[in-house]
């Protein structure tokens, strides 16, 4: 399986560790003035649904510009800790899995259990 293979985790945690370090390089509004539309309802109904503007303000509140990002959308207040939580998980998962962290009891008790030890 692809996700037992040790590059396949090493270039994942590489992947998640440089996601930040390059959306902090790219200047905070570098998504703000693109004429290119993705989302599927302003492109096809010219409607703008709760979502829009969140990458946006995603990107502002990454550079810790608060009052422009919820501007863009208010909804980032929850999404952007969120993101940042599970970015956290994936890392620490990433790590534990290349043996980087150690496991949580948890798993090392359901492992134990089942290689039958």
């Known amino acids: 399986m692809l996700t ?21 390089i790219l200047p905070s509004d570098f998504f703000d003035n693109s004429d290119v539309i993705l ?28 009052e422009d990002a919820i501007y863009y959308n208010y909804g980032v207040v929850v999404i952007f800790p969120a993101l940042v939580f599970v970015w956290v998980v994936w890392v620490m998962n990433a790590a534990r899995r290349l043996g980087i962290l150690k496991a949580k009891k948890q798993d090392k008790t359901v492992a134990e259990a089942g290689t039958g030890s």
């Open 4 to 24: 037992n293979n040790k590059y396949f985790q090493w270039t994942w945690l590489i992947m998640l560790l440089l996601t930040p370090i390059v959306l902090w």
């Open 39 to 66: 989302c599927p309802s302003r492109l096809f109904f010219n409607i703008e649904c709760f979502g829009c503007g969140m990458t946006r303000a995603v990107m502002h509140m990454h550079h810790l510009e608060i």
